[in-house]
């Protein structure tokens, strides 16, 4: 069974990169204890840009936590933690080789649905220091997905991560996100 390793949060805040104002909500850091999950974002979590991101298709991004120690080998850094991605469920057991779009899983009080892979952007090149990372994190196919929430609720840290329903016709966010960078 999945479970979610750590939830985290950010409200937009203005950073400096190569001297401009950028406003972003990127920076996530883990929160403990049960956090309130509505339809457009954790409590305590924000949207730097709209255009980009959030809304209801992308209420919550989840990362993989396998991924965490490709990326501390790779980059030869140990500094990594939940929410270094951008994401606000850091999750164990959910691989965007085998979640489907469309995919509903419970977890906590809320449901939440898969709906589509997560397109790098400049703020995870800001984050880790790089703007060549972004092409870098493309290739790996480690990339995470967006969530919809279709249930509102609480969700906390270690809980289980159920899924409830699946359609096997459905093509992986893998599949979706292979399509999507060779076009």
């Known amino acids: 069974m999945a479970r979610l390793v750590s939830l985290n949060v950010s409200l937009p805040r203005e950073i400096v990169w190569r001297g401009r104002r950028v406003r972003t909500g990127f920076f996530k850091e883990p929160v403990e204890g049960p956090v309130f999950l509505s339809r457009l974002h954790l409590e305590g979590d924000g949207v730097g840009d709209p255009r980009?991101?959030?809304?209801?298709?992308?209420?919550?991004?989840?990362?993989?936590?396998?991924?965490?120690?490709?990326?501390?080998?790779?980059?030869?850094?140990?500094?990594?933690?939940?929410?270094?991605?951008?994401?606000?469920?850091?999750?164990?057991?959910?691989?965007?080789?085998?979640?489907?779009?469309?995919?509903?899983?419970?977890?906590?009080?809320?449901?939440?649905?898969?709906?589509?892979?997560?397109?790098?952007?400049?703020?995870?090149?800001?984050?880790?220091?790089?703007?060549?990372?972004?092409?870098?994190?493309?290739?790996?196919?480690?990339?995470?997905?967006?969530?919809?929430?279709?249930?509102?609720?609480?969700?906390a840290s270690g809980e289980a991560i159920a899924r409830l329903a699946s359609e096997p016709a459905q093509p992986t966010v893998a599949d979706v996100f292979r399509e999507l960078a060779s076009g």
Request: with cysteine.
């Open 52 to 155: 980009y991101h959030g809304g209801r298709d992308k209420a919550v991004y989840l990362y993989p936590f396998e991924h965490y120690a490709f990326w501390g080998r790779e980059l030869r850094r140990d500094d990594l933690f939940p929410g270094s991605f951008g994401e606000n469920f850091t999750t164990e057991g959910l691989l965007e080789e085998e979640v489907r779009i469309g995919d509903i899983f419970g977890v906590g009080t809320a449901r939440v649905r898969v709906t589509q892979p997560r397109t790098p952007c400049a703020k995870l090149g800001m984050r880790m220091g790089s703007m060549a990372f972004v092409r870098r994190f493309a290739a790996s196919g480690r990339i995470g997905f967006y969530l919809a929430v279709d249930r509102e609720g609480v969700v």
